[in-house]
């Protein structure tokens, strides 16, 4: 137990190394919090910052994924393992993203886990994530709204799991429903903009979007 608490403690805290709070940092004190929608991800990054900072930002955020979900578990053992080492992986992958979403450090006020999930899922689901790019990039060029593209995603991510061999009814399809679930409370606003057509977007990045309505 003792080895699994840890762990994904670790994980935990690993998540809370918020990207956009660290290249704010080195950028002079810039605090997200305080910029546009007060989100310390990538987009509201790119939004108020520009591309090189939500770069930087993004890089430590998906990097922290992959540190938690690959690394963390191949430590120790610190006692005698509670659970399969896949199991243990996918667990410290649900540590990192309610890292980044709920943050000690920051009054549990983080981002809102898609960059850190998907170094989860490059790390641990490799051909999902491509999957889940692909549908992500082209809603992208369609809409410009990057959190429809964010649900898109996370319904391809569920879709891949069902469609695997060991299904919805294993530890991957758990990890992949939670955290699908956590990604939808995390975007509850949007979806309630969406809804009311009031979501902002990327106006230029709706390249296929304009192309087809010529």
Same mark, same amino acid.
């Given at each position: 137990?003792? /080895? ?9 805290? @690993? =998540?809370? *190394?918020?990207?956009?709070? *660290? &290249? ?6 810039? /605090? $997200? ?6 989100? !310390? ?11 090189? %900072?939500?770069?930087?930002? *993004?890089? @430590? /955020? +998906? ?11 191949? #430590? ?7 659970? /399969? ?5 996918? #667990?410290?992958?649900?540590? +990192? ?10 009054? %549990?006020?983080? =981002?809102?886990? !898609? ?9 641990? $689901?490799?051909?999902? #994530?491509?999957?889940?790019?692909? +549908? ?21 991510? &569920? ?21 699908? $679930? ?8 949007? &979806?309630?903009?969406?809804?009311? =057509?009031?979501?902002?977007? %990327? ?8 192309? #087809?309505?010529?």
């Amino acid at each position: 137990m003792f /080895d699994l608490l840890l762990k994904t403690a670790l994980a935990y805290l @690993i =998540g809370n *190394l918020m990207g956009g709070a *660290l &290249i704010g940092l080195l950028r002079g004190g810039v /605090d $997200l919090r305080k910029q546009g929608s007060g989100n !310390v991800g990538a987009t509201n990054a790119l939004r108020t910052q520009g591309a090189k %900072f939500a770069l930087g930002v *993004l890089a @430590i /955020d +998906v990097a922290k994924g992959v540190l938690a979900a690959r690394l963390v578990p191949l #430590l120790g053992p610190f006692g005698t393992p509670l659970l /399969d080492g896949a199991t243990q992986a996918y #667990l410290c992958g649900v540590a +990192v993203a309610l890292g980044h979403c709920y943050p000690l450090f920051y009054g %549990f006020r983080g =981002g809102k886990g !898609v960059a850190t999930l998907a170094g989860v899922f490059g790390a641990l $689901l490799g051909p999902a #994530l491509l999957w889940m790019l692909a +549908v992500f990039v082209l809603i992208v060029l369609l809409s410009g709204y990057v959190s429809l593209a964010t649900l898109g995603a996370c319904l391809t991510a &569920i879709v891949w799991t069902a469609l695997a061999p060991a299904g919805l009814h294993s530890a991957t399809g758990a990890f992949t429903l939670a955290m699908a $679930l956590l990604v939808v409370w995390k975007h509850r606003d949007n &979806i309630r903009r969406l809804l009311a =057509g009031s979501e902002s977007r %990327f106006e230029k990045a709706r390249v296929l979007g304009r192309w #087809l309505r010529r």
